[in-house]
């Protein structure tokens, strides 16, 4: 069975520093592209941030751009999400996907694979 699975997510105050991460099982996502994306109850899934399959190239949201970053490790067969000087508005559930393609991704009819989620509440 083939699997992603988050973690990382909490409660913290803006401001402050949350690191994600995502393992996949299952299979070797180490030729797949990777994202991040989230979404609120009753809201469409919004991109987040995506990495080629190498670990070299690296696209974000604009909302996000220059507090988060996203990394990963193919030994591992994981991806992280980075997030710095949290907002309120960065409030969402956290999801990991995995692209059909090797170069970033921003597209979500491109993933293939998704995880369920983690929670990150930002408090003011």
């Known amino acids: 069975q083939v699997d992603l699975v988050e973690s990382g997510g909490e409660l913290v105050q803006a401001g402050g520093s949350l690191r994600l991460s995502c393992v996949g099982s299952g299979r070797d996502f180490g030729d797949n592209a990777m994202g991040w994306w989230r979404q609120a109850p009753g809201k469409e899934r919004e991109f987040v941030a995506t990495i080629n399959y190498l670990g070299t190239d690296t696209e974000y949201g604009d909302a996000v751009k220059g507090r988060f970053t996203i990394s990963r490790d193919k030994a591992k067969n994981t991806v992280d999400l980075q997030m710095n000087s949290l907002k309120p508005d960065d409030t969402d559930t956290y999801c990991c996907?995995?692209?059909?393609?090797?170069?970033?991704?921003?597209?979500?009819?491109?993933?293939?694979?998704w995880g369920r989620g983690t929670q990150v509440s930002v408090s003011s």
């Open positions: 996907g995995a692209s059909r393609y090797r170069s970033v991704v921003e597209l979500i009819g491109q993933y293939c694979y």
